[in-house]
Structures are given as C-alpha cells and as structure tokens.
C-alpha cells in the first residue's frame, strides 16, 4: 500500500487543536517546590527583548529548549521551563520619543505579540510562571535584594568616570560611543565624573575563577572567556620617585605608583605613562594649557578597552622625570598616554620597549629610548640588537645589575623581594575585573531605592515601602533622564530623620535584571525575592541556552549575582547554571536593489538570477549573515508557521546542522522539512488503516524490529549529547525503512510495522510535538496522549548485531566479502572466505603460505606460485 493515498497532517487546525489540548490539561505545569517522586530538571532559554517580533534566530533557541524539555519530561523527569521578558532598556525610551508612546505601552503590546508567536510554536512552556522585568511584582523584589546586598557589604557609592553626552545629557555605555561621539546624538562625548552605584563583583573575584574548572558542562570556549574577563595577573607595587620635580611639586606625595607584572625588566625603564585622568595629570593641566587639551582628547575617546586598543597610541610629555627605583641614577620621562586607564591597576604603567611590543612603538615614536635588558634564547649579548619587533618568548635578564642572567619567572621573584626590602614596591595579585557600575541615567528601568538626604546622606528605602514604582506621568519633550524633571515623583521625606529629601532618579542597569530572573521562576509571585525550598529544589539550572555574545557580562553578572544571593540568605547555591549550550546564530542571504536593502519576501529566484518580485528587476545578492533588521535579511516565524506550520520551523532549525555552529536559512531546506512531516504523517496513517493494532510478530518483520530499536537507542544518545541533528537523520532513515516494508504481507510485516510507526510517533514527540500527538491519535484512536507518555526503551535482543562483513584478501589485494556472525570461530571463518568465489579463483592452483585473521575485521590469504 502506498503511503502517498492517505490524508495529509492539516496543520492549520491541528496544531491549535493540540496547543488547546495542552493548555486545557495543563500539562507543563509544575509545583513550585519539585515533587519528591520525580527527579527535576530545569531548562531555560535566554529570555528575550521584547522588541515586537520574534525572528527565526529565537525559533532555533527556544526550539533547542523545548527538545530538551519534552525529553526529559518523557524520561520521567519533573520538567520546569518558564518563560519571561527582559522588558526594561533604552529602546523603550527611544520609542517613547520617537513615537509618542509610552515605554511600558509599547513594550506590553511588544510582549503580547511575541507571546503569541511562542505558543503558536507550541512550546511546552508553564506560563503561569511568566514573569516582565518591568512589572513592580518583579523589580521591586530586585529592589529588595539590592537593600540586602548594601546592608551585607556588597554595594558601594563612589565617584567614577563615565561616558557623558552633553546633548542627551545622560550616561552612554562604551559599545554606545562610536568614533567619540554619541551613537544618537552625534555629540562629541565627554569624560565626565559621577557618583555611582557599584555592586561589588571583586570580592568574588578568586571564586568566580576557581569555580570555572568545575563547570565541565560549559562550553570551554565561555569558560576561557570569562578566565580572560577576571583576568587574575600576579606582579608588583612599585613606587617611582619624581625627580627634581618643579616647584609646588611634594616628593613625597606625587610620586607615582605603577602596577606591573613584569618588575624583571625594571632595569628597561624607557618612561612611566599615566592616564589622563590620573590626579598628576590634573596637576600638569592646571599649569599647562597643551596638556589640558590632550586630556580632553583623550576624554573624547571614551572608555572602552577595545576603543583604546585600537586607537592610534598617543602620548603628551609632562616634563616631569622619576627615578628607577633600582637605580636612582636612572631617570625617565613622564607621559601622559591615551592608552593607560586609570581604573586599571594605578592608572599608570612603566613602559618597558625591549618586552612589550606597544611599549616599543611609542618608544620609536616619540624618539624614547629602548635599553635592551631581555636576552632571547641563543642569542649572543655582544650582539643582539632590539629591532622593530619587542622580545617575546623565553629569554634571560641581562644589563640588570644584580638579576644579569636569571631566567624571567626567578628574577619576578628575586626583584619583589629587593622592592619590598627597600620599601619602594611589594607583590600584589591584580584582577582585570572591575565592580559592576549599575547606575544609569534612564526612566525606563528599575529605580534604585535610595533616598539621598542633606543631614542623613543616602538612606535605603524601607522595606514597607518597596516597590518604589516609576511614575508614568512622565515625558520626554526634554533631553537627559525624564525622572530629573518630574514635578513630585522625587520629592520625598527622609525616612530617617523626616526632612525633605530627594530619591534617587537613577536606574538600574538591565544587566541586574538578567542576573537573578531564573531563581525568581521558581516562585514568580511570591512576596519575598525567592522561597528558599523552592528555589534550591529547582536550582541550578541544568539546561541553559542562549547566544554566545552573553559568554561574558551577562554570566558573569548572573554567577555574582547568586553569590551575592546565597549570601545574604536568598539562595543555598554558588553556581546558577550547572549546564550551558550556546546555540550558533541563524544567516540569510541580503538582497540590494541599488542603495535599498530587499526582505527576503520580496524577491524571488528565477532560474539563475534573483530578481524583485514585484518588477522582475535583476537585485543584487549578499553573502549569508546573519539576520539583520538593518540589512532585512530576517525571515518572519509567523510567515513560516502560516505556510508550513509550527512544526515545519522546529524541524527545520533542529535538521540542518550541528545546533553549535551556524546554519543557514533557505526556503528550499523548509519546504523539504515540510515535505517530511507530511511524508511522515501519511505513512503513520497508512499503517493505521492496514495493520490491526494486535497483529502477531513474526520473523518476517525481524529487520525492521531491529532498525526501530537500534533508531530508539540512537535518538535517545543523540538527545542526551545535545545532538537533535543527529536525532533527525535517524528518524529519516527509521521513516525509509518503514516505507521499504509498506504493503508486505504476513510474516509479521504488520506488528513491526506498527511497532516501528508508534515509535516514530514518540521519538519524534520532542522535535514535532502537533505531528506526533496527531499520528499517535491516528494509530491508537481515543489512546493517551504522547505528552503524558514515557520514552521507548530500546531492547537490548534487537540491538545485537546479527553479522558482520569480512573482507578477504589475497596478497593484500581485496577479493571479496563474507557475512558471519559476530566473533565466529576462525575455522569457520577461514572457511567461508575460501568458498567466497572470487576468493577460490585468487587462490586456484596457489600455494597457501600463510592465513591471517583479525577477528571481526579482515582475512589475508598468503600465498605463492
């Protein structure tokens, strides 16, 4: 019987008919403590931005999740996988003001569109537990777990430099300073200092990297990352004395204290930089004019390490000398430098040229000199010469005084201990890790609950009068932060001393918001931040997934976060993510007509050429990159789901490659997962119709008893490796190979093949969930549905492998190949391979010198004459 004569999988009404299904049983539900019956298992995806639609980049994520989760449900798992909205951030604002919208109206009509795309996608998501970051429910237990954190030690209130524009009158992160200027605005951006709010990140500074080798579910490339961001580097104080320094100038307190891991090559001293917001380089600029403009240059360059890295390397001479501390004879120029950063070790750096290849350029310069103190391995001291290229690799001191000959790593030692005897200089363990600056000048995010009092200073809000709530009566008719000029919102009595006072009108970063929702899903709408059986039952999270651009701050934020949680009394936990998967980002092709970038619905493939739809006109084809909304190359999931379905989506995102890496949106490759589910639907209903549910087994349907079970243990491995591809190519070849036996009769064809139909129903449950429950309802009319039912198990009698093929040789050349059972007996083997005909022929009239078997594998016959 063919498996194309029966009805197709209407997707249009089926998978709305199963998502009621679901939804009427509340089938994904969970306890907000887990059951003791079940062992738990939390998935999470990355939550997203509600930006108003979702693209197929967040399909592919949040696919990946649901596989997982339908899986372990299957396997007996009590399954939590929540969803919410990282709801607060700029963009909101910058609506506001373009569109004469409220932030929170339009980002609530954002998520409404978004949620709707995500259950008409079918996730097995529990929305009772859905959670917005802008809702009070939410932000004011952050409120509450930021009060802990002060009162436990872990914020602090300082001055810091920050990015300002002057026209928009805020605070701008460093990735929002594009050539020195405002990303919105175009102003030129100042360096600007404030009082901040900072959490303090840096007491966990040595945990954060020890623990790193202990999440071994990690991708290693995350881990290396984060090991970088910390950046724990072991060297030295070391305290340079100005020399001769001009009148108004004390010796004593303007000396300059550098941090450097390399103090070896102190003897190499060619100059000291300091940044230009060091406190000497204020004192330069009050006297000097050129200097003051060099520092407002540098402020012009913003704040971000990646910015200055790449800057051209500039400097401006103080005229101030210090002396090396080893050798006071020794004296070196002053610089101020574009590329110090003051909230990096001292704020100031010793340039050595001869090892450090920056240090080398700016030496060569500005005409600086480069005294040669390291000698490369075999290389002879009379005659090396330092180039344009800086000594690296293995090398000696030389030209170092009382440290001429020590390899690198004894004279760091032997040269901290000369410094600490001298009492200019002792080893410390510096960290790239900065405490996290929270404060941002915005209305749209979680106000921080502090209110700031002449007589009492910064007072915290009390906790009867958490949520401080944002104030909706708000506009955005001027520039800066639309707190600062509301009428009453911050105006408010000193809950100490009841004076007048003023809240604080900054804002969260939206960083804090991400970094503590997974713990609030265990109990969304519980009165306290977390409840604690519930958030360590459920706790750490065992699946999360999401995009490598978060492998940094934002786990990095979330992994202080539940320390900082655990310690004031919120979480029993260190760790939040026991497992970690960063999905590869989904590409398509960018279409230009002339300077107007095409979607990808209005163009069209004739042929060889790609021409506009709607004029026939030849169009321009880009790469594949990734999907863009400023090169329209997105692809809409409500387009997708419309024309194929839902789970034409899933299988596809899941299909083309390993879920790592990158894949390639095409409408050819979505059209043959369409064409699949169909095939798939058809062939289920056709074993329905032909083969009576208590048909007998018998030898007949032996092989595909054999391909169902060996296709159920390897999607099962598959899934547990996070490897749904893979899991994909077996359900194809299960498929073909119930196609292959459709029509046979007797012998036990019908019970293999319902057995082999059922299974395709359940193992395909976690990539195609609306299919399989339809085919399954087919199969077993009025039976239970694949939700609730439990994983197959493969059988061990169907998995053994029933032959195995040897190849035969003769001299080493192959001339055949026989099937024998597994580890048959050599003589048996011998034997068959001498009666494999061409074999015989190789052999006729030879004489048998020698006959080598390796077992399983391969026969050689020896032979001669």
């Known amino acids: 019987m063919s498996d194309t004569t029966h009805t197709a999988f209407d997707f249009q009404s089926r998978e709305p008919f199963w998502q009621a299904e679901w939804k009427q049983r509340n089938v994904f ?13 939390y998935v999470l995806e990355m939550f997203p931005y509600p930006s108003g639609q979702l693209h197929v980049g967040h399909v592919r994520n949040y696919t990946l999740g649901d596989v997982v989760a339908r899986y372990k449900r299957a396997r007996g798992f009590s399954v939590l996988h929540p969803m919410g909205w990282d709801a607060f951030g700029l963009p909101a604002e910058n609506a506001a003001r373009e569109r004469n919208v409220h932030p929170g109206k339009w980002t609530m009509e954002n998520i409404a569109t978004m949620r709707g795309t995500l259950q008409r996608l079918g996730f097995s998501l529990d929305w009772d537990r859905e959670i917005a970051t802008c809702l009070p429910e939410y932000y004011g237990k952050q409120q509450k777990l930021f009060l802990d954190m002060l009162a436990g030690g872990l914020v602090e209130r300082r001055d810091s430099s920050v990015n300002w524009d002057p026209v928009d009158e805020t605070v701008l992160a460093n990735e929002q300073v594009v050539e020195g200027r405002g990303w919105r605005s175009g102003a030129l951006i100042e360096k600007k200092v404030l009082s901040q709010w900072f959490l303090k990140i840096t007491k966990f500074a040595q945990p954060l990297l020890d623990t790193l080798g202990q999440l071994d579910r990690w991708p290693e490339r995350v881990r290396t990352m984060q090991e970088r961001w910390i950046g724990r580097s072991e060297g030295a104080r070391v305290r340079f004395a100005l020399h001769s320094p001009p009148s108004g100038f004390d010796i004593e307190l303007d000396g300059i ?48 390490e990646e910015v200055i890295e790449a800057a051209e390397k500039r400097g401006f001479d103080t005229g101030l000398r210090v002396s090396n501390p080893l050798n006071p004879d020794q004296t070196a120029p002053v610089w101020i430098a574009n590329f110090v950063l003051m909230d990096y070790g001292t704020g100031a750096v010793f340039g050595c040229p001869c090892g450090d290849q920056r240090d080398l350029d700016f030496a060569h310069k500005y005409d600086l000199a480069v005294p040669q103190v390291l ?21 000696t001191l030389y030209n170092s005084g009382f440290l001429d000959g020590l390899a690198v790593a004894v004279a760091k030692k032997t040269v901290i201990e000369r410094l600490e005897g001298m009492g200019v200089g002792h080893g410390v363990v510096n960290w790239r890790l900065r405490d996290w600056g929270i404060s941002r000048q915005r ?114 934020y979330a992994r202080f976060f539940t320390r900082a949680m655990h310690e004031t009394g919120h979480l029993g936990l260190d760790e939040p993510f026991d497992g970690l998967f960063t999905q590869g980002m989904v590409t398509h092709e960018s279409y230009k007509d002339g300077a107007n970038w095409l979607y990808p619905e209005e163009v069209e493939r004739r042929g060889d050429v790609v021409v506009r739809r709607d004029t026939g006109t030849p169009i321009q084809v880009g790469r594949s990159e990734k999907m863009s909304k400023s090169k329209r190359n997105t692809v809409s999931p409500v387009e997708i789901i419309e024309r194929f379905g839902a789970d034409t989506a899933r299988w596809f995102v899941l299909s083309d490659s390993p879920p790592e890496r990158d894949m390639e949106w095409t409408a050819s490759g979505v059209a043959a997962a369409a064409r699949f589910g169909q095939r798939l639907h058809r062939l289920v209903s056709a074993v329905a119709a032909a083969d009576p ?42 498929t073909s190979a119930l196609a292959e036996v459709q029509g046979k009769e007797g012998g036990g064809f019908a019970a293999a093949r319902r057995e082999a139909a059922s299974a395709l129903c359940l193992l ?28 197959p198990e493969a059988q061990d009698e169907w998995l053994a492998v ?45 004489r048998l010198v020698k006959e080598i078997h390796v077992p399983n594998r391969i026969v050689n016959f020896v032979v001669a004459g």
């Open 29 to 41: 539900a969970v306890p907000d403590v887990p059951p003791a019956d079940r062992p738990k298992y």
């Open 257 to 304: 204290e550098v941090f450097t891991t390399r103090p070896d090559t102190l003897f190499g001293l060619s100059f000291v930089g300091i940044a230009a917001d060091h406190p000497l380089a204020a004192k330069v600029a009050r006297t000097n004019p050129a200097a003051a403009e060099f520092i407002e240059e540098c402020r012009r360059l913003g704040t971000s």
């Open 375 to 395: 000698l490369p391995d075999g290389e002879d001291a009379e005659t090396f010469r330092i180039g344009r290229k800086a000594v690296s690799g293995e090398a």
């Open 443 to 556: 209305y749209w995010g979680c106000p921080i609950p502090i209110i700031h009092c002449e007589k009492c200073g910064a007072v915290p809000v009390p906790d009867d009068q958490l949520p401080v709530v944002l104030p909706e009566d708000v506009t955005f008719d001027r520039p800066g932060n639309p707190l600062d000029h509301h009428p009453t919102w911050k105006h408010v009595s000193c809950p100490s001393c009841g004076s007048a006072a003023t809240r604080e009108t900054d804002t969260f970063d939206t960083f804090v918001d991400s970094s503590w929702y997974f713990a609030r899903f265990t109990s969304p709408h519980a009165p306290t931040p977390t409840v604690p059986a519930a958030a360590d039952g459920w706790l750490p999270v065992d699946q999360y997934i999401g995009g490598i651009e978060h492998a940094i701050l934002h786990l990095l």
């Open 693 to 734: 549910i208590d048909s007998a087994h018998g030898s007949a349907g032996d092989d595909l008893r054999r391909a169902t079970h060996r296709a159920i243990a390897a999607v099962t491995e598959a899934l547990e490796a996070f490897t749904p591809n893979v899991a994909v190519a077996r359900l194809h070849e299960l």
């Open 764 to 791: 395909s449950a976690p990539m195609m969930p609306h299919l399989a429950e339809d085919m399954m309802a087919v199969l077993e009319p009025g039976g239970e549905l694949v939700v609730d039912r439990a994983w």
């Open 802 to 846: 029933q032959s195995v093929t040897i190849g035969v040789q003769v001299l080493g050349k192959l001339r055949g190949t026989i099937q024998v059972p597994p580890d048959a007996p050599k003589d048996d083997v011998l034997a068959a391979a001498k009666a494999e005909p061409n074999v015989a022929r190789a052999l006729e009239g030879k």
